[in-house]
Each structure stands twice: as structure tokens, then as C-alpha cells.
């Protein structure tokens, strides 16, 4: 089934009920047909490659299955400056957030020439016909779209990393990227539509999730539904989320129990989201809302804190609680979504219910928990959630994959000038951890560049390069319960908190050797630094390049007055507060 511009999609009981067209009138289809495959896929073998990124990858299957229509492309230059200032697409359509395919060089790019898209795996994607090539600013996209420079917000550190040029053009989709977990959950827009008007409801409500559902989720979700006498859409997005949030899998477990135990099934539908988020709060919260609009929603949740990245450098969040509401009260109408808006959600012990903090009595005792409280008294400690809180089907479901931290995987990143003593304290602190019974891999810089790293120069870029090769180690070293000890002077705070996003947070600890210059020269073994004064290396980091000393490391060490052993011995202090290690 093809969905033009005129076409309805009827309710099947009653053909007078029309569920809402997608945004801008039509749904946009790039999937060849599969007449065409062969020919185009002999073509694609011939040209030239673009490996494109994962998030990348999901802006692209949301392209092709027409979840971002009325897109037909990665953002040209027009349309790009537009959505940046206005929030438009060049013809005045609303669209929030630009859609861009980044790019590093022209190997392969050329004007009206055509290039073969593929996934990191090398997987054949589509074709795109090279219309545009355009440079664009990251100091402007940070500004604008994040809205902010701090490098706490995991896009302002991913971007550093995007390519300084991005490259539009017509797309001929050949396949799909692959999937092949909850098959059954993965639905078009188009399917999906399908699906909702067999319900038989004139309204349906999207709710948008990067989290496993609460009880308070649960309470806001069915309110949100009865209240419009509708469909419940459960919407979770399965692509790039937040560094750190509960893995898919997990949540889709969660969703599933809660579903066949405690929703009314005849009105609620799941099905899953491969969105690259951008944790753009208030934009992204009009972005969303597009996106399910174009899936068939004409409701949709808005809660406290949308798409949220949490806090700042300085602790303090990077959005007021509800400026996504207040953005998307302003557009609503022109969405052609009904905005359904809520406050915190707390729990009224008393009276054994949930309700909005703004709906109840000054002096009304509530219970509530944060995120951090979920994971550091209860789920790192072994902790069963409360009843209150939590379903029981979730509450398993969780301590089945958040194990007790004593059990969790960790990075220690140690970062400083060459010379500072990473490596030396590194390793007294590898032996103290053994001796603890962790399971310890040691990554040195040196070491790494031996190996991983060889054939890697001095430049940023290769520098960077070194750096991410590291912590993509260490994540899944951290990732299958080990302790990744990482000594590097990675002098770049933006490498250092990638590195930190692929670890996540909560499992990152960076450890500052800070022992200054004339300190590390006089304790020169190798001579590095007397070559560098010299001139005959370059790039040398202290002399003439930069190291960014770290803004807030969770320990700083001082070499120069207290003795090695000391400072290992202060990390294992640390470590056991935090949990990574058993007293």
C-alpha cells in the first residue's frame, strides 16, 4: 500500500473517522521497488563509498519509511540555515532539527555524481545523487539546537567529531538497515497506521520514552488516554539515546510485562522508534511530535524535563522543567497535535495514589525518587525497588541487567602531562585491585600505540583518533563487568568526555595527575620533552600544543608532594565509597 498526498487511511467500523494525514500531507516512501534492487544494487557496487555513522544510519531508515516526511533527503543548504534560525525548512514548513549527513572529506564526492551509502559493516544502504556540499559551523549548531556549548551535553560532544562539510542529495534506498531483535515491534509509519486504525479510536496519544516505565509513568500514560476516550501509543525510541540510559532490550522487556499485565490491551499499541536522539529539549519535543504525527498520533505527552540531558558542567539542568511545553503550546495548532501536558508525578503514601505535584495541598506528604536514587540505593546495592515505585515485573527486570556495582564494570581514566606519573600509579592501583578480587585490563598510552594505535601521528585529529580507539575498548571492557585502567594524557576535554558517553557516566571515573610542566621535564627519562624545546618534535603536548586540564575530574592527584603509593591507595578509597569495590 502506497500513501500519496490524497490518500485516507479510514477507521475499518467506520469509514467517517479519518486518521490524520502525516505532516505536510503526505508520507514519503525512498524504498526502491524490488524490481529495481538488483540493478541498483550492480550499480552501487561500482561507485564510489560513504561509510555513514550510526546515527546517521537511523536518520536514514527514518527518511526512507517516511517517519520524518515531509523529508525527502539529508538537509540541503537552504533548508539547513532555515530549521538552524527558524525552526523551518525552506519552504516555511515547521521542522526543528536539522537532518544532516556529515562528512570528513570529498574521497569519492563529487558534484551531480552519485555515491553508495553503507553502515559501518560495510552493509549497502542507497544511493544518494551528490546535489549539495556545504561547510557548516559547530560553534552556530551548538548554540541553536542544543543550545549550549558545554560539552556536558553529549551532542555538543559528539559534534566535535561530525565532519566539517555535510552533502545533500536525492536518495534511492535499497535496503533497510538490519534488525533482529522484537521483529514484530519494528513497524513503518505506514504499518503502524494500519495498526492504530484497527482499534476503532478517533484519538490516539503518543508517549515518547528513553526509560523503563514507572509507576508514574504508568499513571500519566492512562490518564493521557482516558482523558481523549483513545488509543495509548507507546512509542519507545530504540536508536541512539542518552550515554548511560537503560539499555533497549531491557526496556522493551519492561514494556512488554507492563502491557499484558497492566494496560487494557484492546486500546493500546507498542511498537519501537529507531530515532537518533538529540536531547534537544524544547526543539526536540516539536520534532517528536512530528514524528508520531507522521505514525498516526494526534495527541502527545509532554512531561516534565522533554529530552532532557539532565545537568550542565556547573550542576545545573540544561532546561527549565518546562520549556518543551511552553515551545510546543506556541505551535500547536500548525503541528496538528493536542498537546497533553503534565507536571512531576509523586506519590501520595497516604492515600496509596499517584498525582501531579501541582495538583495537591501545600503539606501533603509525597514520596518520589530520582534517577540517581533508583541507581545508587537500590539497584547498585542490590536493593529491591519499592512496590510504590515500581511494577515487580520491572523491578526484576532490572536487577537482572544492573547487577550491584561491586559486580559492574569501571574506566579509570587517568589523563595528564607526559611524565605526570599515570602510568606508575596506574599500575600499583591495577595490583591493589586484583588483590580485591577485580578483574583488571590496563590500557597505556604507550602501550596502545604500539598496537591499536601504530601508524596514528601527533595531529588533533589523529590524537583524537588514539583517544577514541582506547575508550572504545574500555566501554566494553566496562561493559562485560571488568576494570579498564586507561593512563593517556588525552589533552582534549571534548575526546575525554566522548570517551565518557561511550563508557557512561555513572561508570567513568577521570583521575587528573596534576603535576605541572617544570615537574614533568625534570623527571624526563626518554629526553621527550629536551626534543621538543629543541624543536625536532611537534605537536608536543605542554610545549606547543595545549592540554586542557579537566573541569570537574572525580579526583585530582598531586605527585609532586605525596608519594604514589599514597595516591593508588586514595583511588581504592575512592573506588570502595563509590561501591566498584567490596570493603
Given at each position: ?5 490524497n490518500t485516507k487511511i479510514l477507521n475499518p467500523e467506520n469509514p467517517e473517522i479519518e486518521l490524520i494525514k502525516p505532516f505536510g500531507g503526505k508520507l514519503i516512501n525512498l524504498l526502491v521497488f524490488d ?549
Amino acid at each position: 500500500m502506497n500513501l500519496t498526498e490524497n490518500t485516507k487511511i479510514l477507521n475499518p467500523e467506520n469509514p467517517e473517522i479519518e486518521l490524520i494525514k502525516p505532516f505536510g500531507g503526505k508520507l514519503i516512501n525512498l524504498l526502491v521497488f524490488d524490481d529495481e534492487r538488483e540493478e541498483l544494487t550492480a550499480e552501487a557496487n561500482r561507485l564510489p563509498s560513504l561509510q555513514i555513522s550510526n546515527r546517521a544510519v537511523c536518520d536514514l531508515e527514518l527518511l526512507a519509511t517516511g517517519a520524518f516526511s515531509p523529508l525527502e533527503t539529508f538537509h540541503g543548504k537552504a533548508d539547513y540555515e532555515r530549521v538552524l534560525e527558524e525552526m523551518r525548512l525552506a519552504n516555511g514548513l515547521l521542522f526543528p532539527i536539522p537532518i544532516t549527513l556529515p562528512v570528513n572529506h570529498f574521497d569519492g564526492l563529487e558534484l551531480d555524481k552519485k555515491i553508495a551509502l553503507r553502515d559501518a559493516k560495510n552493509d549497502l544502504l542507497a544511493i544518494m545523487r551528490v546535489d549539495e556540499i556545504y561547510e557548516w559551523s559547530r560553534e552556530d549548531f551548538a548554540r541553536k539546537i542544543p543550545g549550549t556549548n558545554d560539552l556536558f551535553h553529549p551532542l555538543v560532544t559528539e559534534i566535535e567529531h561530525w565532519g566539517k562539510f555535510n552533502v545533500s542529495g536525492k536518495l534511492q534506498v535499497l535496503n533497510l538497515p538490519k534488525h533482529f531483535d522484537f521483529k514484530d515491534l519494528r513497524l513503518s509509519p505506514e504499518q503502524t497506521r494500519v495498526k492504530l486504525t484497527e482499534i476503532g479510536n478517533e484519538n490516539v496519544v503518543a508517549f515518547q520514552t528513553r526509560n523503563p516505565i514507572h509507576r508514574a509513568h504508568e499513571e500519566m500514560t492512562k490518564r493521557a488516554a482516558e482523558s481523549i476516550d483513545g488509543t495509548l501509543f507507546l512509542h519507545p525510541v530504540v536508536g541512539m539515546t542518552k550515554p548511560n540510559d537503560v539499555d533497549h532490550f531491557t526496556r522493551v522487556r519492561v514494556y512488554r510485562k507492563l502491557i499484558e499485565n497492566y494496560y487494557d490491551k484492546s486500546k493500546t499499541r507498542l511498537s519501537l522508534l529507531p530515532l537518533a536522539m538529540r536531547m534537544a529539549g524544547p526543539r526536540e519535543a516539536i520534532f517528536h511530535a512530528i514524528i508520531r504525527r507522521n505514525y498516526g498520533a494526534n495527541h502527545f505527552i509532554v512531561g516534565r524535563d522533554h529530552a532532557s540531558p539532565g545537568i550542565d558542567s556547573h550542576g545545573k539542568p540544561f532546561y527549565e522543567p518546562f520549556a518543551a511545553q511552553e515551545l510546543f503550546s506556541r505551535f500547536e495548532a500548525e503541528l496538528g497535535v493536542r498537546m497533553l501536558a503534565f507536571g512531576e508525578m509523586v506519590f501520595l503514601p497516604e492515600e496509596d495514589r499517584y498525582e501531579e505535584i501541582n495538583k495537591i495541598e501545600n503539606g501533603t506528604k509525597t514520596v518520589s525518587l530520582s534517577g540517581t536514587q533508583i541507581r545508587e540505593e537500590f539497584l547498585y546495592k542490590g536493593k529491591p525497588l519499592p512496590a510504590w515505585f515500581t511494577r515487580k515485573e520491572t523491578a526484576e527486570i532490572l536487577a537482572e541487567s544492573y547487577p550491584p556495582r561491586s559486580k559492574q564494570g569501571v574506566c579509570l581514566w587517568f589523563t595528564g602531562l607526559s611524565g605526570a606519573g599515570k602510568s606508575t600509579t596506574a599500575e600499583i592501583l591495577m595490583n591493589l585491585l586484583h588483590e580485591k578480587g577485580r578483574r583488571v585490563t590496563m590500557l597505556d598510552g604507550d602501550v596502545v600505540r604500539t598496537h591499536l594505535s601504530k601508524g596514528l601521528g601527533f595531529s588533533k585529529a589523529d590524537r583524537d583518533t588514539n583517544i577514541l580507539r582506547i575508550g572504545f575498548v574500555a566501554a566494553e571492557i566496562v561493559r562485560h563487568g571488568g576494570v579498564a585502567i586507561c593512563a593517556a594524557v588525552s589533552p582534549y576535554r571534548a575526546a575525554r568526555n566522548e570517551v565518557r558517553n561511550l563508557v557512561g557516566k555513572d561508570n567513568f571515573i577521570e583521575i587528573f595527575v596534576d603535576t605541572p610542566l617544570e615537574i614533568c621535564e625534570r623527571r624526563d627519562t626518554k629526553g621527550m620533552y629536551a626534543k621538543a624545546r629543541r624543536g625536532e618534535i611537534k605537536d608536543f603536548t605542554g610545549i606547543d600544543d595545549v592540554y586542557e586540564m579537566p573541569e570537574n575530574a572525580e579526583i585530582t592527584l598531586d605527585t609532586v608532594n605525596i608519594p604514589v603509593e599514597e595516591n593508588a591507595a586514595k583511588i581504592l578509597q575512592v573506588l570502595t565509597g563509590y561501591g566498584f569495590v567490596a570493603n
